[in-house]
């Protein structure tokens, strides 16, 4: 019998809220239906801690990923996980003059916006000699945000789910939900690995959470799932001199920040995600070439190997921008949707565990 049972400690967010609740001294079980960490979304993504930036302001996303991310990289800088310092370069490449820039030019005042509204610190970068310093890319100019880092996911998860042990946690791998009932006023989640009791229950089962919504008998969620896939720029940074994230700008209401170019830890370089449903086929290679071209037009296909993909869960909206949905969708006895955890999810982690715990009382 437990104070609390998380599904889905595999992952960030899951890991990061049984971390804070044994921090304050509630029992925690944690169930991951995976043999380990970092198996599903958090394993597979850009390894990006964001500011919140590319979000709406007055939304969750932007919210706790704006806060969850000088937690994030106060934590690694404390805990001694590798952590890059990239900053993020947001650019007009120089074929958008052939279009108009109309787009472009939304695009950045629309992020010029979002910026200010939650004061971010940023730099408008408008000169050929801006954007050299920046990166070696053809770009008119863009914004540039210093404050984004890069993180070793694997790492870090594995240092939050350790804390969470050691402060008393109980974690259950390869336990699968089978169902969930509810006695009188607690919890029982039947898995293939046993059953667990808690008076509290908090669904952070990522790509599964709108089918564990349905067995806990709360709503059924409509989810968009969308396809991220990556390639790698043979020869790393070393070969390209790309230390700085360099996304495209990206209309409003997009669906994904765009394909982008990726320094990591380990010194490779990778440009992605492609934001393709899962029920279509894979992006192909010439998307990413095409997009890697606009900013480096010696890029060729041979410089490219396809390197992994990920799958990212978005809430499905009708109109506007997709934002976290984190709920108490019963009172007696307590039960915590969070629904629609896409990016910023890494980013915004540490503060959604903390924006959970006044449900836990």
Request: glycine residues 10%.
């Amino acid at each position: 019998m437990f104070d609390v049972c998380i599904i889905g400690v595999g992952g960030v967010v899951g890991s990061a809220i049984a971390r804070e609740a044994a921090l304050r001294g509630l029992s925690v079980a944690g169930i991951e239906r995976h043999a380990g960490l970092c198996k599903e979304t958090s394993g597979l993504n850009s390894r990006v801690i964001h500011s919140g930036f590319h979000e709406a302001a007055g939304t969750l996303k932007a919210q706790l990923s704006r806060e969850g991310s000088a937690l994030m990289v106060r934590y690694a800088q404390e805990r001694g996980i590798r952590l890059l310092q990239t900053g993020m370069f947001i650019a007009v490449p120089y074929g958008s003059l052939r279009e108009g820039l109309w787009k472009e030019a939304d695009a950045l005042w629309n992020l010029w916006r979002r910026g200010r509204r939650q004061n971010i610190r940023f730099d408008f970068v408008m000169t050929p000699a801006g954007v050299r310093r920046i990166a070696p890319v053809r770009a008119l100019g863009g914004i540039f945000i210093p404050s984004i880092h890069v993180v070793d996911v694997e790492q870090l998860v594995g240092s939050v789910a350790n804390d969470a042990v050691a402060a008393g946690a109980e974690f259950f791998y390869n336990s699968e939900v089978r169902a969930i009932q509810v006695e009188g006023a607690n919890h029982v989640v039947h898995t293939s690995n046993g059953d667990v009791r808690a008076r509290v229950l908090v669904n952070s089962a990522g790509l599964d959470a709108h089918r564990i919504s349905v067995m806990a008998h709360c709503p059924e969620y409509e989810i968009d799932f969308l396809r991220g896939d990556y390639y790698e720029l043979l020869g790393g940074v070393d070969r390209w001199r790309i230390h700085t994230l360099v996304y495209p700008a990206t209309p409003r209401h997009s669906r994904s920040k765009g394909i982008h170019f990726g320094p990591r830890i380990d010194g490779r370089l990778y440009i992605g995600p492609s934001a393709t449903p899962i029920s279509e086929p894979a992006a192909p290679k010439e998307l990413f070439l095409s997009a890697a071209r606009k900013f480096v037009p010696e890029i060729g296909e041979a410089d490219l190997q396809w390197a992994y993909s990920g799958t990212r869960p978005k809430r499905h909206v009708l109109t506007g921008d997709s934002d976290f949905m984190i709920r108490l969708e019963r009172a007696s006895p307590p039960f915590i949707n969070l629904i629609g955890i896409d990016s910023p999810g890494l980013s915004a982690s540490m503060a959604i565990a903390r924006h959970v715990m006044p449900y836990l009382a």
